[in-house]
């Protein structure tokens, strides 16, 4: 047998598997996608870092940057993930892009897995947040594509391979955002969105069946845990600067007791 058809069938496999778990769940009748795959790539231009906290949980950031993961469910019923990732060294790390990349298959115990596009709806994110500005739908490279290897270093390619009901098959969706710099005790807070309907990230959908899914992913950048003035316990604010990282504007303060 090829090493190819291996792969094919070693990823049939499990997410024949991964689908008749979620069928035999309560869950079954309201989700009709499973995620084969979710990564936070963190790259310098030379070194290339992962988080991936599903399924089969890997992370591969340096001992002195750490990781808080959290999954969450917002008003709208969509899944929210959010990375807290904490510089602890004392020194900097520049010249940061991160990347988010999820693998979704829609309806795919009934249809297989091999019928989906997707396409741009718009590079945008909440207010403070700062905005992806590359982002790609494609083979993720289980069998063909490299997308999983080019958004490890951000390296993505504005566009969608399939990009409509003629031309389908098992995409993956990733946005990429430029950091910049990660100073001694700064913080990224990255956030993944996966929702059932929006106007902005990327949608991914079923060709046979309705199933969409509406991808989205942004972060910011600061020194979260500092106090703020009207949190000082006992204190005086005297002294304040402030440096412009990317977009975000970072205080930073002095206090005297």
């Not at 249809?111 to 207010?127: D, K, Q, R, V």
């Not at 009901?165 to 430029?178: F, G, H, K, N, R």
Request: proline share 4%; charged share 20%.
């Amino acid at each position: 047998m090829l090493k190819t058809d291996i792969n094919l069938l070693t990823k049939f496999c499990r997410k024949l598997l991964f689908s008749s778990l979620i069928l035999s769940s309560p869950l079954a009748l309201a989700e009709d996608f499973t995620i084969e795959r979710l990564s936070l790539f963190v790259s310098d231009g030379a070194n290339v870092y992962e988080n991936r906290p599903l399924n089969t949980a890997i992370n591969t950031l340096p001992s002195n940057i750490s990781v808080d993961f959290q999954t969450k469910t917002d008003a709208n019923g969509d899944t929210v993930w959010q990375w807290n990732l904490k510089n602890k060294s004392k020194v900097n790390y520049n010249n940061l892009r991160i990347t988010g990349l999820i693998d979704v298959d829609l309806d795919a115990p009934g249809n297989t897995f091999f019928n989906e596009y997707g396409s741009l709806l718009s590079l945008s994110a909440p207010s403070g947040y700062i905005a992806p500005d590359k982002w790609e739908i494609s083979e993720p490279g289980y069998l063909k594509g490299d997308l999983i290897t080019r958004a490890s270093h951000g390296s993505l390619k504005n566009t969608s391979v399939y990009n409509d009901a003629s031309t389908t098959d098992d995409p993956a969706m990733a946005l990429s955002i430029d950091i910049g710099n990660l100073r001694a005790g700064q913080e990224i807070i990255a956030v993944a969105t996966l929702a059932r309907n929006s106007t902005i990230g990327l949608t991914q959908q079923d060709s046979i069946t309705s199933p969409k899914t509406f991808f989205n992913f942004y972060a910011k950048k600061g020194y979260f845990d500092r106090a703020y003035p009207d949190m000082v316990q006992g204190g005086l604010l005297t002294t304040g600067s402030a440096i412009k990282e990317g977009n975000v504007w970072v205080w930073g303060f002095r206090g005297s007791s």
